[in-house]
């Protein structure tokens, strides 16, 4: 492009943005939202901006390993698979795949497509208390996935003069106001997997520093204990307890100290899909139990935790009326069908209205320290950056002299940047690699 033609084009677009500007501004105002744009999202923008251009240093020779260590499984999987199945077939096909499953092997059948029958992760994973094969199924399909998405794309996108990934961070790419990232897209690499943290582990910091992160515990339930004023989770916060353990413990009808961790488990299960607005049914299918059973849990939390129910009827009730639910920092989501004739879209629309002002919330506060973070490093002249923002979790590139004020200042920054009912708990990680132990 010639200097006639830039000076054309950035003159277009200043006068393009500026008639949004002056067009939005007003309708900002009308509904609430201009404070949400010019002391949050605005402010961000230069903050994600230096983020993108610092990127994030990678680890070719493992990621070289990792390739060819899972290309290795894959094909074991395959050949696991085509025993199973008795004959060969095109795993990633849902039509071959479900004549195997449910006409050779006559598994039950799900729900239909216009394919055939789906082999979705839920019907699968139903599957395979039945059979071995759809098991080896989603084993392969999630090694698939992490060598496709992340491992080989990874070893693509590094920049060939910093010699590091630089993701794209996105304002506006979810419903919720959490950020997403684009290629690569760091938010959805499984931290739970092994296979995950390995990857993670290819993610490394530059000589001569270390990655800090500060991940926010449990947020999305301290928020709910901040909207539901519920005095059982109010006052399990205020202690520093365990509230999965606390949970089962009610559930259950056991002392905290006969908790297992099967049974820590169906509680923290319960305690998140509550505040997804989850039915019976999804928690029986999630925990592989009766939906009368999973009733029972539903029934035994909410005798517990009474101001979760409250909470929850009163912001059904609320979005009926205003068509919306809002966030603390008045973030708006507009729900079009909560008022729906159609049961499936209005009660989807329901679960969204007691979703949103938590995890919109959630997403508000980790935005809001990260303007914090990165305010108070360039006002203490820290080399310090932040380079990475993952759901609740903040990733800090350190030099190692660094280590012990910039440990402080994000610990500070993140656990005292908004006042809720609860504390703010940020848990703190010094390593060399984005793996966890």
Not at 349 to 355: M, S, Y
């Amino acid at each position: 492009m010639g200097l006639e033609q830039a000076k054309n084009y950035s003159c277009e677009d200043v006068y393009g943005s500026l008639q949004l500007f002056e067009l939005q501004k007003p309708q900002l105002e009308k509904l609430a939202l201009w404070s949400l744009f010019a002391d949050l999202e605005g402010p961000l923008i230069p903050v994600l901006s230096r983020m993108e251009r610092a990127g994030i240093e990678v680890d070719m020779d493992l990621l070289s390993a990792l390739s060819a260590e899972f290309a290795e499984k894959l094909e074991k999987l395959k050949g696991e698979i085509y025993a199973l199945a008795g004959e060969e077939f095109n795993i990633n096909s849902t039509q071959q795949l479900g004549e195997i499953l449910f006409e050779k092997l006559k598994l039950p059948r799900g729900r239909k497509t216009k394919t055939g029958y789906s082999t979705d992760v839920k019907v699968l994973e139903r599957l395979a208390a039945q059979h071995e094969l759809p098991g080896l199924i989603l084993a392969y399909r999630n090694l698939a996935k992490l060598k496709s998405t992340y491992i080989d794309k990874l070893a693509r996108l590094r920049h060939p003069d910093t010699g590091r990934i630089h993701t794209s961070f996105n304002q506006c790419g979810t419903a919720t106001g959490r950020l997403s990232s684009s290629n690569p897209n760091l938010q959805n690499i499984p931290v739970r997997s092994e296979e995950g943290q390995r990857i993670r582990s290819a993610f490394v910091a530059a000589g001569g520093c270390l990655l800090l992160s500060g991940d926010y515990s449990q947020i999305d339930l301290r928020v709910l204990a901040h909207y539901s004023r519920d005095e059982a989770l109010l006052e399990a916060f205020r202690n520093g307890e365990d509230i999965h353990r606390r949970t089962a413990a009610e559930i259950f009808f056991v002392s905290p100290e006969l908790i297992t961790p099967e049974m820590r488990r169906v509680a923290k299960t319960i305690n998140f899909g509550i505040v997804y607005g989850m039915s019976s049914y999804g928690l029986a299918s999630q925990l592989q139990i009766s939906r009368k059973e999973a009733q029972t849990f539903i029934d035994r939390y909410f005798e517990h935790y009474a101001g979760v129910r409250k909470f929850m009827e009163e912001i059904i009730a609320r979005a009926h009326e205003q068509g919306y639910v809002t966030t603390l920092l008045g973030r708006r989501r507009q729900l079009p069908e909560i008022n729906s004739r159609n049961r499936t879209k209005r009660e989807f629309a329901e679960r969204t209205a007691i979703n949103t002002p938590i995890q919109g919330t959630a997403a508000d506060i980790i935005k809001l320290a990260m303007l914090r973070v990165d305010r108070e490093l360039r006002e203490q002249k820290l080399a310090a950056r932040m380079i990475l923002q993952i759901h609740d979790e903040l990733v800090l590139e350190v030099p190692k002299k660094e280590l012990d004020v910039t440990r402080d200042l994000l610990q500070q920054a993140m656990e005292t940047v908004m006042e809720l009912a609860v504390p703010l708990s940020v848990n703190l990680t010094v390593s060399q690699n984005l793996g966890k132990a």
